[in-house]
């Protein structure tokens, strides 16, 4: 088999048109996994034990099943029960979702290496609680927290291809197009694995900057 | 005067722990107490209480003229609600063992940003009255270095000009200098000293520094197994003690000490 540059150029358009579809859904899918992550790890925190023990099921039942069965799922058994959804929309949901399970492991790590004092002190001056989160736990708690999700940004970039399988023309459906049309899986297989490389090591390369920026704050005693 | 604290037979244990036993206690507006005893007896949680940090199980603790831990409700006593024991909070202000400053803020930030919050103050307002109180604490050349550029002893009185910053009616000091290192201990007391002298709030002190409980209190409790032992003018707890197992403590402590 050789290599042919006509292959190459042909598909490019597609594979550019492909790879915005790619960077939105990983943009979109990584929004849902924040907010929806921070949410989970302060309700975990929360006093009332049929929350936590509920979230906790939850979130296992979720990390402990494959992306692709869960994509299916939302995508070709919920229209039986009346619930229509984008492929598109269901497939950043699906990512958001499944990738909130790990991320509030991130925002609770980060919360529990906020002391407890910082908390009373927070008391002691009468702020309420919105007031301690905003003011005094989150600004601590969040630039460890940065390095850790910017890899776990990276993980839902390689992990978009899976939207292909529910009709997604993602920069790997739109390579696969090109490949089923023409027979030949060489050139946009490979031009595939290009810009998801091109993609990910420059960003691995900020997130490990971003770890050496952002230690956690010293406390002197 | 009034009493500005009142316990009234507050009883709180920790699991099979009982820390405090019925404890009774009166502080007049404008005391300053020293509160003295071995580990565990309870001196902390007092405070704890006050600053409500800690439930109380059984009893009443009553601050300014209020009921701390409950409120009437038609004439029926309820336990205190959010709202409530956020309006009492505000008479109470409290210096900890371990500072608890905020580390991503600078010291000034530290005293600004709750006179800002919760006083309501403008930002000049609570700059201005930061930087009087880090006079008063003598630390002006300091006020933007972060805490952990400072040592313990200044950070300790940073956190006191925060907690004086916010002007409450009763100060908490908890062994707030039993995480400092010895030749960092009379920078903190001496700040005490000047407050206990020239204010009228009302302050109470958990401390093992027995020669300042001495000359910083109007009145020393010595506690032991969740009950004030003995309690009188800093002279005569001291000098001279009626309860054995005072002078047992004192004793040992002395010559912990030397």
């Known amino acids: ?221 | 005067m009034n009493n500005i604290i009142q316990f009234e037979n507050v009883s709180k244990s920790f699991g099979d722990l009982k820390v405090l036993n019925k404890l009774n206690l009166e502080v007049k507006d404008g005391e300053k107490l020293a509160l003295i005893g071995p580990s565990g007896s309870g001196k902390t949680t007092i405070l704890r209480i006050l600053m409500t940090l800690e439930t109380i199980d059984d009893g009443f603790v009553s601050v300014n003229g209020e009921y701390l831990w409950h409120e009437k409700n038609n004439g029926k006593i309820i336990p205190a609600s959010e709202n409530h024991l956020h309006k009492m909070r505000n008479h109470i202000g409290m210096v900890f063992q371990q500072f608890n400053l905020f580390p991503h803020l600078t010291a000034i930030e530290n005293v600004e940003q709750p006179q800002i919050l919760i006083k309501k103050r403008t930002k000049p307002e609570a700059k201005e009255k930061a930087e009087e109180l880090f006079n008063l604490v003598g630390l002006n050349d300091k006020k933007d270095h972060y805490p952990h550029e400072l040592s313990g002893g200044q950070q300790q009185r940073v956190a006191i000009a925060r907690a004086l910053a916010m002007e409450p009616k009763i100060m908490l000091f908890d062994e707030v200098t039993s995480a400092l290192d010895p030749e960092l201990v009379d920078e903190v007391l001496t700040v005490l000293r000047k407050l206990a002298s020239d204010t009228d709030t009302t302050m109470l002190t958990v401390t093992h520094e027995m020669n300042f409980a001495r000359e910083f209190a109007d009145r020393v409790l010595f506690f032991d197994g969740g009950q004030i032992v003995e309690s009188g003018k800093p002279e005569n707890i001291f000098s001279n003690p009626a309860e054995k197992r005072t002078k047992e403590f004192l004793k040992k402590f002395i010559n912990n000490v030397n």
């Open chain 1, 1 to 221: 088999m050789n290599w042919s540059w006509d292959h190459a150029y042909a598909v490019l358009p597609q594979l550019l048109k492909g790879l915005v579809i790619t960077i939105e859904a990983t943009i979109v899918a990584s929004l849902i996994a924040y907010v929806l992550g921070l949410a989970i790890a302060i309700l975990k925190m929360s006093k009332s034990k049929s929350m936590r023990v509920s979230l906790y099921w939850i979130t296992e039942f979720i990390r402990r099943t494959p992306i692709l069965v869960q994509l299916y799922v939302v995508f070709y058994v919920l229209p039986d029960f009346g619930i229509f959804l984008e492929a598109f929309t269901c497939g950043v949901i699906v990512l958001g979702v499944h990738f909130s399970t790990y991320t509030s492991e991130v925002f609770r790590a980060g919360i529990d290496n906020v002391s407890k004092g910082q908390w009373e002190a927070a008391k002691s001056l009468n702020y309420n609680p919105y007031q301690a989160w905003k003011y005094v736990i989150l600004p601590q708690a969040i630039p460890p927290m940065i390095p850790p999700l910017a890899n776990y940004l990276i993980t839902m970039f390689k992990e978009t291809p899976l939207l292909a399988f529910i009709t997604v023309v993602e920069l790997f459906r739109a390579a696969d197009q090109y490949s089923n049309s023409y027979y030949t899986y060489l050139e946009p297989m490979t031009l595939v694995g290009v810009f998801f490389l091109l993609v990910s090591i420059p960003s691995a390369m900020i997130a490990m900057k971003l770890e050496k920026k952002f230690k956690p704050i010293k406390v002197a005693r």
